[in-house]
């Protein structure tokens, strides 16, 4: 009963190991990287792994490079993945065309904020670089793949690949407004945080991790594939985490810090 109503939004999931290990694996590692967040446990690219591990990081003996470095090095091989996307499935259809799109643009977009956008100080542990330049891109071959696999078969019945791409539309958009406006909070040579302010920073402290789980979400809709709904879950459960442990670092940094700016959802969460 479950499956044959799934079925009406998904394609069936292909006879792969691969798929099926893949969208298990990104389901669990994202939402357990989600909880780490909450429980203090940070990213080390984020902006408050230093502040909490200032010991450890001090005494880490492991390579390091600079931080706008370290950052395209995250993106760059997964979008080489989604441009050879279409040299190497030249006769995908036009769901694969858009899926293997927004994946290239995102990370294209990402690309060009870390090289005009954002603002960088500090080094980056060249280990978890290669680790999480690995992850993005393998979970972008994962999809890519994955929507490869459902060419010839018959579509869902319900068709979310357009109102899919509007919904990206809205996330991409949204995510580049609000990381221009934390690229605009310091200026040249200021190394001090602020709070941010500004689109919906007056609701939310990370409005940008909101707009990027609608570009998940977007994504998700537009392959309506298994791995994609799974890797959008534990993105999901990952930036909910995450801007958890955003809201609680500015709470114990800046004592007016309004306490009515919620996490990631206006007025709820």
């Not at 799934?6 to 792969?16: C, D, H, M, R, V």
């Not at 036009?94 to 294209?108: D, E, G, K, Q």
């Not at 939310?204 to 298994?226: A, D, M, N, R, W």
């Not at 791995?227 to 004592?255: E, H, Q, V």
Request: a positive charge; charged letters at 15%; proline letters at 4%.
């Amino acid at each position: 009963m479950v499956m044959s109503a799934l079925l009406k939004f998904l394609y069936p999931p292909p006879p792969s190991l691969f798929v099926t290990t893949m969208s298990v694996i990104s389901f669990v590692s994202l939402a357990n990287a989600g909880f780490s967040e909450i429980k203090g446990k940070h990213m080390q690219y984020s902006k408050f792994f230093g502040t909490t591990n200032i010991e450890k990081v001090g005494d880490n003996k492991k390579g390091r490079i600079e931080s706008k470095k370290g950052m395209l090095l995250l993106y760059s091989p997964a979008f080489l993945a989604g441009v050879s996307s279409f040299a190497i499935f030249p006769d995908g259809d036009l769901r694969f065309a858009l899926v293997c799109s927004a994946l290239t643009i995102h990370f294209f977009k990402r690309i060009s904020e870390v090289l005009f956008i954002h603002k960088f100080s500090g080094l980056m542990d060249v280990e978890a670089t290669f680790v999480i330049s690995t992850s993005y891109f393998l979970s972008t071959v994962s999809m890519i793949y994955c929507q490869h696999l459902t060419q010839g078969l018959p579509e869902p019945s319900i068709d979310l690949k357009y109102g899919g791409c509007i919904i990206f539309l809205v996330g991409i958009i949204g995510n580049f407004y609000h990381h221009y406006l934390l690229s605009k909070l310091r200026t040249k040579g200021e190394k001090e945080y602020k709070i941010p302010q500004g689109g919906l920073f007056d609701l939310v402290i990370c409005p940008h991790y909101l707009f990027e789980i609608l570009i998940f979400v977007g994504v998700s809709c537009t392959s309506q594939t298994l791995y994609a709904i799974s890797f959008t879950l534990g993105s999901i459960l990952y930036l909910m985490g995450r801007s958890i442990a955003t809201r609680n670092w500015y709470k114990s940094k800046f004592d007016d810090f309004p306490k009515d700016i919620k996490a990631l959802i206006p007025y709820i969460f």
